[in-house]
């Protein structure tokens, strides 16, 4: 029977695990905009709004590490269910407090660090539960359809939290996203299947030891490194997502209303790849697939380094996030098909880890560069090093070049 793009949606329990992360995204999105703007408003202090960022990275990391382990250990469903649980909490308390005028910036960061530790708590245990779920054969769809959806809600978030900001207060968005994060911790028990591991080899070690050993298998393991290292490659020296003002900027002499539209493009152009990836479930070479799609991200920023109009700067941004939607999917599916079920929570957390520290560095690398020769020049440079990091993975990691899937 041939696959249909929307193929995943035909098993009961995915559909409830994609309303779980499209409800969990559009939260995620919700809180990161309120709790700055909250700040901005509340300090007027753009170096304390940047700090969000460093709390996350501090909390993150290892709360992501542990979440990746505990998947293996305890009941995924139930892991999913405090994760959400927890944020929704936090957020009504910070409604709640906001309402009687007593929210302090310390109490706001307290309340960041808590729920990006309780995103990375619930993000490896629903990746894990998909491959239990889906038929190997249609895993790339189910891993194109949460990349496509994770895009959408990149969209549909800040659009929620601008009309809600427009007609009401950043007190209900609190409220109002807290609630869904509480209703989103509820979906967990209605799935059917089995969430803990069954017969795992080192169930009895310590969580440090469990932790230490998913490293092991991971260093290991044939295909998993070279991705990881491609993706860590190309990030690093490319990454423009949190810098798109600089860009927009230092590319088109252009303001909020480019950045806006560069923004916009890209998400657009992750979900149309996404949908794309969709398409190319019957081909098996994955692996090239992941090298062909690094290629072409490579090519085009060269053509977005050299955009001399914002139109032609939206249609290469478009094409990137279309180019990685496309290694985002096949990453995730390689991940599922190659693991075993009692390290597959592991797997996924260094991978969520990997892909955090490429994009803070990333960010630092781009926005260094930028100053020093020319936005143009640096997505140039990118473009360069990415075509080459993807040449040296070819020719050195036969593995990902032979890896092929039904």
Excluded at 141 to 152: P, V
Excluded at 155 to 162: E, M, V
Aim: charged share 10%.
């Amino acid at each position: 029977m041939k696959n249909k793009p929307w193929g995943a949606f035909l098993y009961r329990d995915y559909r409830i695990l994609w309303t779980i992360l499209v409800c969990g995204s559009v939260v995620v999105w919700m809180r990161i905009l309120s709790t700055a703007q909250w700040l901005l408003d509340e300090t007027g202090s753009a170096y304390l709004v940047g700090l969000i960022g460093v709390v996350q990275l501090i909390v993150q990391i290892p709360a992501t590490l542990w979440a990746g382990t505990l998947a293996d250990r305890v009941d995924r469903k139930r892991l999913i269910t405090v994760g959400h649980g927890i944020t929704g909490i936090t957020l009504l308390s910070l409604g709640l407090l906001d309402s009687q005028g007593v929210l302090t910036p310390t109490m706001m960061y307290v309340a960041i660090a808590i729920t990006a530790g309780a995103h990375m708590l619930a993000s490896p245990a629903r990746s894990t539960l998909v491959p239990i779920i889906v038929p190997k054969s249609k895993l790339l769809l189910a891993a194109s359809t949460d990349t496509a959806s994770q895009n959408g809600a990149a969209i549909a978030g800040p659009l929620l939290f601008a009309i809600i900001a427009f007609q009401a207060n950043l007190t209900v968005i609190f409220i109002l996203s807290g609630s869904i994060a509480l209703v989103t911790a509820l979906l967990p028990l209605c799935i059917r299947v089995i969430g803990k591991v069954r017969d795992s080899k080192d169930q009895e070690l310590s969580q440090v030891q469990q932790t230490l050993n998913g490293f092991s298998y991971i260093s290991k393991h044939p295909i998993l490194p070279g991705l990881f290292l491609l993706d860590i490659g190309i990030t690093t020296t490319s990454f423009y997502r949190e810098i798109l003002p600089v860009l927009a900027l230092g590319l088109f002499a252009g303001g909020a209303s480019a950045t806006g539209l560069l923004g916009a493009a890209n998400s657009t152009g992750a979900i149309l790849g996404s949908f794309f990836a969709m398409l190319l479930v019957g081909y098996s070479a994955k692996g090239m697939l992941v090298l062909y799609a690094s290629f072409a991200y490579g090519l085009l920023l060269l053509g977005f380094g050299s955009a001399n109009t914002l139109f032609m700067g939206m249609l290469m941004i478009g094409l990137l996030g279309a180019a990685d939607a496309v290694t985002v999917a096949v990453r995730q599916t390689t991940i599922m098909l190659t693991t075993p079920d009692e390290m597959r929570g592991r797997a996924f957390s260094l991978m969520i880890v990997a892909a955090q520290t490429a994009n803070n560095i990333g960010t630092i690398w781009v926005g260094v560069w930028v100053g020093a020769i020319g936005a143009g020049n640096t997505m140039l440079l990118g473009g360069f090093i990415s075509i080459l990091a993807t040449g040296l993975i070819y020719k050195f990691w036969q593995p990902i070049r032979d890896f092929r899937s039904q």
